[in-house]
Nanobody
Framework: QVRLVESGGGSVQAGGSLRLSCATF????????MAWFRQTPGKEREGVAA???????TYPNSVKGRFTISRHNGRNTLDLQMNSLKPEETGTYYC?????????????????????????WGQGAQVTVSS
């Protein structure tokens, strides 16, 4: 049974850092496309980082240079390091997985981070950034 469990959310002041972690269960992380999404108040869920099975990553311009996604296949975990956080980034952050579709011709759609590409989602971790 595939499960994703996020941890590491919390409250931080603007300009601060948080690290989220996603523990994965029930599939081979090494072959999966993995991503982090967020949903902020009044907005649709958006991708903030994605990584394919070969370690290629993508980020939207809004977080590029501040967020880093990393996968640790031996520990079955996926992390998101978030630096220089802004108040408007307050929201719920989700780990997402597409098992078995992390490479080959799947790499491009993986890195485009369309919500429909991901089959499994975690329950979400709350991130609050105060000004």
């Amino acid at each position: 049974q595939v499960r994703l469990v996020e941890s590491g959310g919390g409250s931080v002041q603007a300009g601060g850092s948080l690290r989220l972690s996603c523990a994965t269960f029930g599939y081979h992380l090494g072959s999966a496309c993995m991503a982090w999404f967020r949903q902020t108040p009044g907005k649709e869920r958006e991708g903030v980082a994605a990584v394919d099975r070969d370690g290629r990553t993508t980020y939207p311009n809004s977080v590029k240079g501040r967020f880093t996604i990393s996968r640790h296949n031996g520990r079955n975990t996926l992390d998101l390091q978030m630096n220089s956080l802004k108040p408007e980034e307050t929201g719920t952050y989700y780990c997402a997985a597409s098992p078995g579709r992390g490479g080959g011709w799947n790499s491009a759609p993986c890195l485009q981070s369309h919500r429909s590409f991901f089959d499994y989602w975690g329950q979400g971790a709350q991130v609050t950034v105060s000004s």
